[in-house]
């Protein structure tokens, strides 16, 4: 395979950033170079010194715009595209009135494989090459969403829906189907192009005890797999969890007796967490995911960010759109609606934080840090080309600013797809090509 050479500013990080100037938890080249071959990064840094072991590669210039590792989503439903921007009261109501309806038509494969389709197209016009989703109940919602995801080359994590209670008939399978096909849906796809297969049971309140046990076993036998779900997302909803499992001390007990907290657990929103609950997440190392767009939409509450993570006992954390209770496929819109949730708590949520949990910070909170979410040599070359001057806004602003945090705060705040020129996806540019 041909050799390409990319050039522009690049900026990827190396650790969370623990302050607005902390200059040593990222790379920033304002000239730099990426050497890409058979989809992965070879080498990479000053462009002068990429080009020297660059040989005969096909060079594609992007100066003077931002390259960046390809952006990560680490929470959100792909049945739910037709879903996004529904009016609902709250939580418990959007899910009764209009998401399992919804959801009910991925029975169907030729629906599933359209809005597939769909899903892809709309992942790589926001920069997006990794991202984590909930299919419907059914198994042939998966098999469109891993073939799509095979056909495009592109490294997805997703699971076949878990639910056997409190639902329409139409979404409900039993503990042995759910078993039986997660599974099915494991032998299919996983480890099967880049595609990587979740366990994942919707949450507590529409899985019965005996679907949770075999939830259990499933971990058991696949402790390498993500397992994904939801916790603590709004009150009635952990009222309501609380009398279906009143032998758990609390929401999060109800996973954690059945042997689902751990490093490879996901858990969405996780707004309202006791300390007990907090402190059980860290000594697990289980995933608090931030989904501030639908937090906002839901009216389900203030995610307690930067506190989480500066406790004592840190809970890891990851980002994501939660589209379609989240209002944008964008994870610039959704670090723009984090930074304004943290200045509600009175906290401030620098830019370099934002960019390094978009990225590499959803590449640690998957595992997966040493494939994705870094632009280090080795690593698959998934990346973003971004244009902080994409719109007329933008580009009067763009006028004024000075510097690369600046910069990064501009992206954050107005930037959405039309802020990516490129989308590479295992080298591939893949946006000119929608
Ligand atoms: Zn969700």
Redesign the pocket.
């Known amino acids: 395979m041909t050799k390409t050479l990319i050039r522009g500013r690049l900026l990827s990080f190396l650790r969370r950033p623990e302050a607005i100037d902390d200059t040593a938890s990222y790379r920033y080249e304002e000239d730099g170079g990426l050497l890409v071959e058979n989809g992965r990064i070879v080498a990479s840094g000053a462009y002068a010194g990429v080009r020297d072991v660059a040989g005969d590669a096909d060079e594609i210039d992007h100066r003077p715009h931002l390259i960046l590792p390809g952006l990560i989503d680490t929470?959100?439903?792909f049945p739910q595209m037709q879903v996004i921007g529904s009016y609902a009261a709250n939580l418990l109501e959007w899910l009764n009135t209009y998401t399992f309806p919804e959801e009910c038509r991925f029975v169907e494969s030729e629906h599933a494989a359209r809005i597939a389709r769909h899903f892809y197209d709309e992942m790589i016009r926001h920069g997006t090459t990794t991202a984590v989703a909930?299919c419907s109940v059914h198994k042939a919602s998966a098999d469109a969403y891993f073939a799509e995801a095979l056909k495009r080359g592109m490294r997805m994590i997703g699971g076949k829906v878990m639910m056997d209670r409190n639902a329409p008939q139409g979404l409900l399978d039993t503990p042995e189907m759910g078993y039986d096909e997660t599974r099915a849906v494991i032998a299919e796809w996983h480890g099967k192009g880049r595609n990587h297969v979740a366990i994942t049971p919707r949450f507590a309140i529409t899985s019965t005890p005996a679907q949770m046990e075999m939830t259990a076993a499933l971990a058991r036998e696949f402790p390498d797999l993500h397992i994904q779900t939801?916790l603590s997302e709004n009150h009635d909803e952990i009222r309501f969890t609380s009398e279906l499992y009143p032998e758990a001390i609390d929401y999060t007990d109800v996973y954690a007796k059945y042997g689902l907290l751990g490093r490879k657990s996901l858990f969405?929103?996780c707004i309202h967490l006791s300390e007990r609950e907090a402190d059980a997440m860290s000594e697990a190392g289980a995933v608090a995911v931030h989904?501030p767009t639908?937090n906002l939409f839901l009216g389900s509450g203030l995610f307690p960010l930067k506190s989480l993570s500066r406790r004592e006992k840190p809970v890891r954390i990851g980002v994501a759109t939660?589209v379609g209770?989240g209002t944008s496929y964008s994870m610039l819109k959704t670090m723009d609606e984090a930074y304004k949730i943290q200045q509600l708590l009175g906290e401030r949520l620098n830019p370099f934080e934002s960019f390094y949990h978009m990225t590499l910070g959803n590449a640690e909170a998957l595992s997966l840090a040493d494939r994705i979410g870094t632009l280090e040599a080795g690593t698959d070359a998934d990346f973003v080309v971004l244009d902080a001057a994409a719109t007329p806004a933008m580009a009067l602003k763009m006028e004024v600013v000075r510097s690369l945090t600046d910069e990064l705060f501009l992206l954050q705040t107005l930037g959405d797809d039309r802020a990516v020129r490129e989308t590479y996806v295992a080298g591939r540019p893949m946006k000119a090509m929608l």
Do not use: A, N, T
Request: aromatic share 10%; net charge negative.
């Open positions: 929470h959100l439903h909930y939801h969405g929103h989904c639908s939660d209770g």
